[in-house]
Protein backbone atom coordinates (compact mmCIF):
# COMPACT_ATOMS: atom_id res chain seq x y z
CA UNK A 1 0.00 0.00 0.00
CA UNK A 2 0.93 3.43 -1.09
CA UNK A 3 1.41 6.30 1.26
CA UNK A 4 -1.85 8.80 1.38
CA UNK A 5 -2.06 12.32 1.42
CA UNK A 6 -5.34 14.26 1.63
CA UNK A 7 -6.07 17.86 -0.24
CA UNK A 8 -8.64 19.60 -1.26
CA UNK A 9 -10.49 19.91 -4.85
CA UNK A 10 -10.33 23.39 -6.33
CA UNK A 11 -12.13 22.56 -9.16
CA UNK A 12 -11.21 21.85 -12.80
CA UNK A 13 -9.79 23.84 -15.62
CA UNK A 14 -7.71 22.73 -18.75
CA UNK A 15 -4.02 23.25 -19.96
CA UNK A 16 -2.57 22.58 -23.42
CA UNK A 17 0.49 20.57 -24.23
CA UNK A 18 3.72 21.06 -26.19
CA UNK A 19 1.71 20.26 -28.84
CA UNK A 20 -1.22 22.53 -28.35
CA UNK A 21 -3.50 20.33 -27.63
CA UNK A 22 -5.87 21.18 -24.95
CA UNK A 23 -5.92 18.49 -21.48
CA UNK A 24 -9.00 18.81 -19.00
CA UNK A 25 -7.44 18.89 -15.58
CA UNK A 26 -8.87 18.74 -12.53
CA UNK A 27 -6.74 21.39 -9.72
CA UNK A 28 -6.15 19.44 -5.88
CA UNK A 29 -4.31 21.46 -3.35
CA UNK A 30 -2.22 19.29 -1.50
CA UNK A 31 -2.65 19.59 2.64
CA UNK A 32 1.29 18.96 3.93
CA UNK A 33 1.23 16.52 6.12
CA UNK A 34 2.96 15.25 9.03
CA UNK A 35 4.02 12.23 9.79
CA UNK A 36 3.41 11.73 13.42
CA UNK A 37 4.37 8.35 14.32
CA UNK A 38 6.13 5.25 12.49
CA UNK A 39 3.70 2.24 13.16
CA UNK A 40 5.64 -0.99 13.08
CA UNK A 41 4.87 -4.56 12.95
CA UNK A 42 7.37 -5.24 16.80
CA UNK A 43 5.44 -2.46 18.08
CA UNK A 44 1.52 -2.51 16.67
CA UNK A 45 1.26 -5.78 15.01
CA UNK A 46 1.16 -3.82 11.95
CA UNK A 47 3.56 -1.54 9.41
CA UNK A 48 1.57 1.67 8.62
CA UNK A 49 2.41 6.01 8.54
CA UNK A 50 0.31 8.13 10.56
CA UNK A 51 0.21 11.34 9.07
CA UNK A 52 -1.60 14.80 10.29
CA UNK A 53 -3.18 17.43 8.28
CA UNK A 54 -4.13 20.23 8.79
CA UNK A 55 -4.65 23.29 11.36
CA UNK A 56 -7.09 23.05 14.41
CA UNK A 57 -7.78 25.42 16.75
CA UNK A 58 -6.40 24.32 20.64
CA UNK A 59 -9.84 24.15 22.05
CA UNK A 60 -11.29 22.11 19.59
CA UNK A 61 -8.53 19.09 20.89
CA UNK A 62 -9.97 17.11 23.07
CA UNK A 63 -7.88 15.61 26.47
CA UNK A 64 -6.65 12.48 25.49
CA UNK A 65 -5.40 13.95 21.95
CA UNK A 66 -3.87 16.98 23.58
CA UNK A 67 -1.54 14.25 25.40
CA UNK A 68 -0.64 12.34 22.34
CA UNK A 69 0.93 16.14 20.10
CA UNK A 70 2.30 16.78 23.50
CA UNK A 71 3.84 13.33 24.00
CA UNK A 72 5.28 13.79 20.39
CA UNK A 73 6.04 16.99 20.33
CA UNK A 74 3.93 18.45 17.81
CA UNK A 75 0.66 20.70 17.01
CA UNK A 76 -2.39 19.54 16.94
CA UNK A 77 -3.72 18.15 12.99
CA UNK A 78 -7.27 18.32 12.12
CA UNK A 79 -7.23 14.93 10.47
CA UNK A 80 -4.99 12.31 11.09
CA UNK A 81 -4.64 9.39 8.81
CA UNK A 82 -2.85 6.15 8.33
CA UNK A 83 -1.54 4.64 5.56
CA UNK A 84 -0.85 0.62 5.58
CA UNK A 85 3.05 0.33 3.83
CA UNK A 86 5.48 -2.08 3.85
CA UNK A 87 9.26 -1.48 6.09
CA UNK A 88 11.42 -0.39 3.27
CA UNK A 89 8.83 2.43 2.91
CA UNK A 90 8.90 3.15 6.45
CA UNK A 91 13.07 3.61 6.58
CA UNK A 92 12.42 6.52 4.32
CA UNK A 93 10.62 8.48 6.68
CA UNK A 94 11.34 10.12 10.35
CA UNK A 95 8.77 11.64 13.14
CA UNK A 96 8.08 15.50 11.79
CA UNK A 97 9.14 15.15 8.22
CA UNK A 98 6.09 16.93 5.80
CA UNK A 99 4.43 15.94 3.15
CA UNK A 100 3.41 18.31 0.00
CA UNK A 101 2.70 18.10 -3.45
CA UNK A 102 6.67 17.42 -4.17
CA UNK A 103 5.81 14.01 -3.04
CA UNK A 104 4.35 13.17 -6.01
CA UNK A 105 5.79 13.41 -9.91
CA UNK A 106 5.02 14.83 -13.18
CA UNK A 107 3.58 11.60 -15.56
CA UNK A 108 3.09 9.29 -13.13
CA UNK A 109 -0.31 7.57 -11.79
CA UNK A 110 -2.31 8.58 -8.82
CA UNK A 111 -5.71 7.33 -7.01
CA UNK A 112 -8.09 10.05 -6.01
CA UNK A 113 -10.54 8.83 -3.12
CA UNK A 114 -13.81 11.45 -2.37
CA UNK A 115 -17.06 11.01 -1.10
CA UNK A 116 -18.91 11.87 -4.81
CA UNK A 117 -22.09 14.67 -5.41
CA UNK A 118 -25.39 14.12 -3.52
CA UNK A 119 -27.90 14.01 -6.02
CA UNK A 120 -30.90 13.03 -4.22
CA UNK A 121 -33.81 10.60 -5.04
CA UNK A 122 -33.08 9.60 -8.69
CA UNK A 123 -35.37 7.78 -11.74
CA UNK A 124 -33.72 4.86 -13.23
CA UNK A 125 -32.89 6.90 -16.72
CA UNK A 126 -30.64 9.45 -14.23
CA UNK A 127 -29.50 6.84 -11.83
CA UNK A 128 -28.67 3.89 -14.60
CA UNK A 129 -29.32 5.65 -17.85
CA UNK A 130 -32.38 3.48 -19.26
CA UNK A 131 -33.24 4.42 -22.67
CA UNK A 132 -37.05 4.77 -21.69
CA UNK A 133 -40.05 3.63 -23.38
CA UNK A 134 -41.88 5.15 -26.26
CA UNK A 135 -43.42 8.28 -25.80
CA UNK A 136 -46.15 7.72 -28.46
CA UNK A 137 -49.51 6.01 -29.25
CA UNK A 138 -50.61 6.17 -25.36
CA UNK A 139 -47.93 3.58 -24.41
CA UNK A 140 -47.70 5.23 -20.88
CA UNK A 141 -44.38 3.92 -20.60
CA UNK A 142 -42.04 6.86 -20.61
CA UNK A 143 -39.40 7.08 -17.66
CA UNK A 144 -40.61 3.98 -15.71
CA UNK A 145 -38.17 1.10 -14.73
CA UNK A 146 -40.70 -1.49 -16.52
CA UNK A 147 -41.27 -4.94 -14.60
CA UNK A 148 -39.26 -6.18 -12.24
CA UNK A 149 -40.41 -9.44 -10.94
CA UNK A 150 -39.57 -12.74 -11.90
CA UNK A 151 -43.22 -14.86 -12.69
CA UNK A 152 -43.85 -17.30 -10.29
CA UNK A 153 -40.53 -19.22 -10.12
CA UNK A 154 -38.43 -17.71 -7.90
CA UNK A 155 -41.54 -15.04 -7.28
CA UNK A 156 -39.50 -12.65 -5.86
CA UNK A 157 -37.47 -9.52 -7.26
CA UNK A 158 -33.87 -9.87 -7.40
CA UNK A 159 -31.05 -8.70 -5.58
CA UNK A 160 -28.81 -5.82 -7.38
CA UNK A 161 -32.23 -4.80 -9.89
CA UNK A 162 -31.83 -1.68 -11.14
CA UNK A 163 -34.42 0.45 -9.48
CA UNK A 164 -34.97 4.58 -8.55
CA UNK A 165 -33.37 5.70 -5.41
CA UNK A 166 -30.43 7.52 -4.03
CA UNK A 167 -27.94 8.78 -5.86
CA UNK A 168 -24.09 10.08 -5.63
CA UNK A 169 -22.92 10.83 -1.66
CA UNK A 170 -20.81 7.95 -1.34
CA UNK A 171 -16.88 7.19 -1.73
CA UNK A 172 -16.24 6.83 -4.94
CA UNK A 173 -12.35 6.13 -6.38
CA UNK A 174 -10.84 6.92 -9.54
CA UNK A 175 -7.79 4.88 -10.72
CA UNK A 176 -4.81 5.72 -12.67
CA UNK A 177 -5.12 9.51 -13.95
CA UNK A 178 -1.70 10.88 -14.86
CA UNK A 179 -0.22 14.22 -13.18
CA UNK A 180 -0.05 16.55 -15.62
CA UNK A 181 1.46 18.82 -13.54
CA UNK A 182 2.94 19.53 -9.96
CA UNK A 183 3.36 22.95 -9.01
CA UNK A 184 5.42 23.08 -5.54
CA UNK A 185 5.13 26.72 -4.60
CA UNK A 186 1.39 26.44 -4.85
CA UNK A 187 1.20 23.16 -3.40
CA UNK A 188 -1.10 21.86 -5.64
CA UNK A 189 -1.40 19.32 -8.71
CA UNK A 190 -2.96 18.78 -11.62
CA UNK A 191 -4.45 15.96 -12.51
CA UNK A 192 -6.11 14.97 -15.99
CA UNK A 193 -9.98 14.48 -16.22
CA UNK A 194 -12.44 14.90 -13.52
CA UNK A 195 -12.43 13.59 -9.78
CA UNK A 196 -15.09 12.86 -7.03
CA UNK A 197 -16.22 15.24 -4.74
CA UNK A 198 -17.79 19.04 -4.90
CA UNK A 199 -14.99 22.05 -5.01
CA UNK A 200 -13.67 22.38 -1.91
CA UNK A 201 -14.39 18.57 -0.90
CA UNK A 202 -11.48 16.71 1.03
CA UNK A 203 -9.86 14.04 -1.24
CA UNK A 204 -7.36 11.13 -0.77
CA UNK A 205 -4.60 10.77 -2.97
CA UNK A 206 -1.75 8.52 -3.74
CA UNK A 207 0.24 6.96 -5.91
CA UNK A 208 -1.49 4.46 -8.09
CA UNK A 209 -1.83 0.63 -6.43
CA UNK A 210 -2.24 -0.74 -10.04
CA UNK A 211 0.43 1.19 -12.21
CA UNK A 212 3.43 0.41 -9.26
Do not use: C
Amino acid sequence: MSVVLLGKKIGMTKVFDDKGEMIPVSVIEINTGTVLAKKTKKTDGYEALQIGFGKIKVNKVNKPMSGYFAKIGLEPKRYIKESRTDAKTLEQYNVGDQLNASFFTKGEYVDVSAKSKGKGFAGVIKRWNFHGGRKTHGSMFHRSPGAIGAAADPARVFKGTKLPGRMGGIRSTVQNIIVVDVREQENVILVRGSIPGFNSAVVQVRKAIKKQ
